[in-house]
C-alpha cells in the first residue's frame, strides 16, 4: 500500500506522554463547502473543510482509494471530539486513537477501492501499533455523530478476517471477537 504525504493539516498536537495507540476510528466526510459536485470529493477540497474547523484526521482515503497521511500517527490528531471508547468507556479517544477519514456523503456509499484501501491501512497499522479496535465516529460519539455513514461493517469485518486480523479487532455493533 502506498500512502500519500502531499496534503498535510496544522491541526494537532502531542500525545501524552507514555501514550499506547490502540483503537482506530472511522470517519467519513467530504466538503460541504464545494461549489461544483465534484470537489465534494477532491481530497484537497476535503482537506480545506477540516482545516476551516480546525479538526484533522491522520488519514484520508480519496474515492478511488488514494491514502494520503494528514497528520503523523505518532501524534494526536483532532477527530474525535467528546468522545468514549463503546468497549471500556475511556475518554478522550484523540489520545490513543487514529482517525481515518472516508470520502463519502451520507448517501454515496463508498467504494470498493475504499474498502480495499481501509482495510489494508487497519492491517499496516495493526503491524505497527497494539490496535485492539475499530469503531466509527457514531461509536465513540452516538448522541451528536453518524458517521461513517452507511458503511458496511459485515463486509469489512471480512476483510480484516481475510488478513488475519479478526480475532485482534472486536466488532463493535456485535460485541464479540471476530473469528477467521
Not at 114 to 139: M, N, R
Not at 143 to 164: A, G, H, M, T, V
Request: hydrophobic share 35%; glycine share 4%; proline share 7%.
Amino acid at each position: 500500500m502506498k500512502i500519500q504525504r502531499q496534503l498535510t493539516l496544522p491541526d494537532f498536537d502531542h500525545r501524552p506522554a507514555n501514550t499506547q495507540i490502540d483503537t482506530l476510528v472511522l470517519h467519513s466526510m467530504y466538503n460541504p463547502f464545494a461549489t461544483c459536485q465534484a470537489d465534494k470529493f477532491m481530497p484537497e477540497q476535503c482537506c480545506q473543510c477540516l482545516h476551516h474547523h480546525h479538526v484533522s484526521a491522520h488519514y484520508l482515503i480519496a474515492r478511488d482509494g488514494n491514502t494520503f497521511e494528514l497528520v503523523a500517527p505518532n501524534m494526536r490528531a483532532w477527530h474525535a471530539g467528546a468522545s468514549e471508547h463503546p468497549i471500556d468507556g475511556r475518554t478522550r479517544l484523540n489520545d490513543f486513537s487514529i482517525g481515518i477519514e472516508l470520502i463519502a456523503t451520507e448517501d454515496s456509499g463508498y467504494t470498493d477501492e475504499q474498502y480495499d484501501a481501509v482495510s489494508q491501512l487497519s492491517h499496516l497499522l495493526a503491524q505497527q501499533f497494539p490496535i485492539s479496535s475499530i469503531v466509527g465516529h457514531v461509536h465513540i460519539a452516538p448522541d451528536r455523530k453518524s458517521d461513517p455513514w452507511q458503511f458496511d461493517w459485515s463486509r469489512f469485518n471480512q476483510q480484516l478476517i481475510e488478513k488475519n486480523m479478526g480475532d485482534l479487532v472486536p466488532n463493535p455493533l456485535l460485541n464479540t471477537k471476530l473469528s477467521p
